[in-house]
């Protein structure tokens, strides 16, 4: 197999031998990666599966004859996921503004929000309104 997909096959092998899959339930690597189950799989791996999947479709594409498929570098999506190192333009972090959330944040409707703006608005221009007197 060419190099470009050597890299997300060996995490996907490691991915499903530490799965519950393979450790807990005793099935084979192949049998965990078929239809009845891969939704025990975890997320992580049936992302590599995926990834996998696209990487040897991409060896065939002929779009890509020419360049060739481009290799997956999975070090630097790894430390993406701990929110290092990972780049998207001009050497700063693609994820450097997002702040971490525990999930229990309570989000505020649209309406609400648009509500709120008008409404200062509306004190901005009686605040206006009563300097002008």
């Known amino acids: ?17 530490e799965s519950e899959c393979v450790m807990v339930q005793r099935h084979k690597a192949s049998d965990c990666l078929r239809e009845p189950l891969v ?8 992302q590599l599966k995926k990834g996998f999947g696209e990487c040897k479709r991409g060896m065939i594409d002929m779009r890509k004859r020419f360049r060739g498929n481009q290799p997956v ?5 790894q430390e993406a996921d701990k929110g290092e190192g990972y780049q998207l333009y001009a050497g700063k972090s693609a994820f450097q503004s997002v ?33 002008k007197k």
């Open 39 to 46: 939704d025990t799989l975890p997320v992580k791996c049936r």
């Open 1 to 17: 197999m060419p190099s470009s997909c050597k890299e997300i096959r060996k995490a996907l092998a490691e991915c499903l031998q």
């Open 99 to 131: 702040r971490p959330t525990d999930g229990k944040e309570e989000v505020k409707d649209w309406r609400e929000v648009e509500n709120e703006q008008y409404r200062a608005q509306l004190a901005r221009e009686e605040l206006k309104r009563l300097n």
């Open 73 to 77: 570098a999975l070090k630097a999506l």
